[in-house]
């Protein structure tokens, strides 16, 4: 069968490109080799409840109609009008550390004065250096070939003297997207800054997966044809261009143009182009997640902060721990904890750290459930300190590793974020096969849509037909 | 169509791609992405759609011909002349 266009991969980027490529009436298909559509940011079910992955939130939050940001260019490039995502703005978040006995907390909101605000009162001699910083910082546009070059430290250490202050904003970009560990370029940073503090976060009432039925329902109306359980067994190439791609089963589809959301090192495998490099390209942070369904709401037991990014003690361990988990640091979230029209029946708390892939890797299943309980426990011990503890409170609770991340996202290493590696204009080594999503190097649910749809406009929806 | 009827077939297009603008009292002779919100990623929407109702090919080279709405009567008329106006967003 021959297809104008063949998607690999029904996440975010994927159905984006897939709704972009059915609306300039190319004949598309977007394959997946799971049940469940949406690849790292999805949602399944455990003991009758549904329970979603990724941070339940999108960020580059705005008020309908504002001009020339992100959100406003993907609803208006997928046609999926404001009032379909019914986003219900955060309450607020903040970066928690402790410091010996104290711990200190940098709040911010929707509304960026509270975050000025609270870096007044923490850091009253820094508020000209930050000030001169957010000016300063970069566009969305990854235009700027210095910002990628140099750290992000580095410049907010020219801004800022007091380098608690530039401890304290690293946290937060990092936990949201940064495939590399430590530090990110100051061009991601620019773009992780704007999107969670300049912006700001929200979460579409139905979740992530009434994001994503919003999303299919655009991709079917506008004639797209999805495939489920239907995974890519490689990439047909001949002379430096694409043929097609044969199927898990066997069967073949022809087509000259493939978008991969696969990942950049999983891509080349699937072309049989491995590189002796491969090894160093795979991303090296993972994550172990837990969910926790309660009893009450978060907000009556006391915490009524949506998101809270945490470091137990500084420097910050943002990487791969030496063994199974790092519970010192990450990122505990409340899905009640949002401005809803709709209150949540059930109390549920969200917390993600820091994990070691290759540990859980080849262990019997009595000891990946042994282990796995451990983490948890570990991590439940910091929600303690940093908001509440959850377990005597928790009806339920599901926990998943590195290796289900790997399982059902086919990143190898259960890279969240994807290859250190980004390749920025899409483009690959082979004509015809472009990078979509994570490896494409946008971040957050926002960014990876922005993704799919730039990447289709470049190469496909010019009329004069080839990439630029 | 005539020139006013491609006038209401360029607004019915902004007005589907664009939902959020305000399309009453657009100029004639003021480029439109002076006027509302466009962008380039806009344009090849509006490319896309003169396609896809009209049968309309425009080439890239050709782009700056569409930038006001005088422009694109000026522009489309003779491509558009024996076709019939299509709206999907705009109530007649």
Redesign the interface.
């Known amino acids: 069968m021959r297809y104008d266009a063949v998607v690999i991969g029904a996440g975010m980027s994927g159905l984006a490109a897939g709704i972009r490529l059915a609306?300039?009436?190319k004949r598309v298909v977007v394959l997946e080799r799971h049940s469940l559509w949406g690849g790292l940011n999805s949602f399944y079910k455990r003991a009758g409840r549904r329970f979603e992955t990724g941070l339940h939130a999108l960020t580059n939050y705005v008020p309908?109609?504002t001009?020339?940001v992100p959100l406003?260019?993907i609803l208006?490039?997928l046609?999926i009008?404001?009032e379909a995502l019914r986003l219900a703005p955060q309450k607020g978040s903040q970066t928690a550390v402790r410091l010996g006995s104290e711990i200190l907390r940098l709040e911010y909101s929707n509304d960026f004065a509270r975050m000025q605000g609270s870096v007044a009162r923490l850091f009253p001699a820094e508020v000209v250096g930050f000030e001169r910083m957010v000016a300063a910082l970069p566009g969305y546009d990854y235009a700027d070939a210095q910002a990628l070059a140099v750290g992000a430290r580095q410049r907010l250490g020219e801004f800022i003297r007091d380098p608690l202050l530039v401890q304290l904003l690293m946290i937060a970009p990092l936990f949201y997207g940064s495939p590399t560990e430590h530090d990110m370029s100051w061009a991601e940073f620019g773009v992780l800054f704007r999107s969670i503090h300049l912006e700001g976060m929200a979460r579409p009432e139905g979740g992530i997966r009434g994001l994503l039925e919003v999303l299919l329902e655009r991709y079917s109306k506008e004639g797209g044809e999805l495939r489920m359980r239907c995974g890519v067994r490689s990439i047909r190439h001949e002379r430096g261009r694409v043929l097609g791609v044969q199927l898990d089963d066997g069967s073949e589809l022809e087509t000259d143009q493939v978008f991969s959301s696969a990942g950049l090192v999983e891509t080349r495998a699937l072309c049989g182009m491995e590189r002796a490099h491969d090894e160093a390209d795979v991303g090296r942070l993972s994550f172990v997640e837990v969910c926790c369904v309660l009893d009450s709401l978060p907000e009556t037991l006391g915490h009524d902060a949506t998101i809270v990014f945490f470091s137990d003690g500084l420097p910050l361990r943002y990487q791969q721990p030496p063994d199974f988990v790092e519970p010192r640091c990450g990122v505990l979230t409340c899905p009640s904890n949002y401005l809803t029209t709709s209150p949540p029946q059930e109390g549920l708390m969200r917390l993600t750290c820091p994990a070691r892939h290759a540990s859980w890797v080849g262990l019997e299943p009595h000891e990946y459930a042994a282990q796995k309980e451990r983490a948890v426990e570990a991590m439940l011990d910091s929600a303690r300190i940093f908001a509440f503890d959850p377990r005597p409170h928790t009806l339920y609770r599901d926990a998943f590793t590195p290796r289900t991340i790997e399982h059902f996202t086919g990143h190898r290493g259960g890279a969240v974020y994807g290859s250190p590696r980004k390749s920025r204009d899409g483009r690959t080594e082979l004509e015809g096969l472009s990078l979509i999503g994570t490896d494409q190097g946008l971040v957050g649910v926002v960014g990876t849509l922005l993704s799919g749809?730039g990447i289709v406009?470049q190469t496909m929806?010019?009329?004069?037909g080839g990439p630029r | 169509m005539t020139h006013d009827e491609i006038v209401i077939a360029i607004k019915d297009i902004i007005a589907t791609i664009a939902p959020d603008e305000e399309l009453g009292n657009l100029a004639m002779d003021v480029r439109l992405r002076d006027q509302i919100e466009l962008d380039s990623m806009d344009f090849l929407d509006i490319v896309m759609e003169l396609r896809k109702r009209y049968g309309v090919q425009v080439p890239e080279e050709d782009y700056m011909q569409l930038a006001t709405l005088k422009g694109c009567v000026d522009y489309l008329g003779p491509k558009l002349e024996s076709k019939k106006l299509v709206t999907h967003a705009l109530k007649a």
Request: charged letters at 25%; a positive charge.
């Open positions: 609306q300039a009436q309908r109609g001009p020339g406003t260019r208006r490039q046609r009008p404001y749809i406009n929806l010019r009329p004069t």
